[in-house]
């Protein structure tokens, strides 16, 4: 790392977002822990929080199998959790939707952190919104593309000693 001020604030961001990433995770597994989720169940809520998905994308985003997935969806939904309905537009699709239920937890649990954040963006002026929205889209696309290109070469190792 560089010295100076601008090493010094490159590696304090570094660190920062390290610990946010830690303290994400935290949170996401008590929410779990307190509900009795897996890290693919609690997942999958969070997707269809925002609206309905199909099994396929939830599959995608979740890395399991088709298999896997029904069975996830099958308990999450005995649980009152989430219900599936034909899609409007192609009744062959079947949408999976959360429930109230799912939503009273979500709010309950990130409704004070959503809250809080727009609090604090709205603190921050336009021009400000803008660095930091170009900054966390960066960064989400660089751990994409990292995680990707790890799991990639790790996949070629592991098939090189197998």
Not at 134 to 162: C, N
Request: glycine share 10%; with cysteine; charged share 25%.
């Amino acid at each position: 790392m560089s010295s100076g001020p601008n090493g010094e604030a490159i590696g304090a961001i570094g660190r920062t977002i390290m610990r946010w990433q830690d303290a994400t995770q935290d949170f996401d597994e008590a929410f779990g822990r307190l509900h009795g989720l897996s890290r693919p169940e609690c997942r999958c809520l969070g997707l269809i929080a925002f609206g309905p998905q199909t099994a396929r994308a939830i599959a995608t985003e979740t890395g399991l199998t088709p298999a896997s997935i029904t069975a996830l969806l099958d308990r999450l939904e005995g649980r009152g959790l989430l219900s599936r309905k034909p899609d409007t537009d192609d009744r062959r699709k079947v949408m999976v939707h959360a429930t109230r239920k799912t939503q009273a937890m979500i709010e309950d649990a990130y409704g004070p952190l959503r809250r809080d954040g727009i609090a604090l963006l709205s603190s921050y002026s336009p021009a400000e919104r803008g660095v930091v929205l170009k900054f966390v889209t960066g960064v989400l696309d660089m751990q994409s593309r990292v995680t990707a290109e790890f799991l990639a070469r790790h996949a070629k190792k592991k098939a090189k000693t197998a």
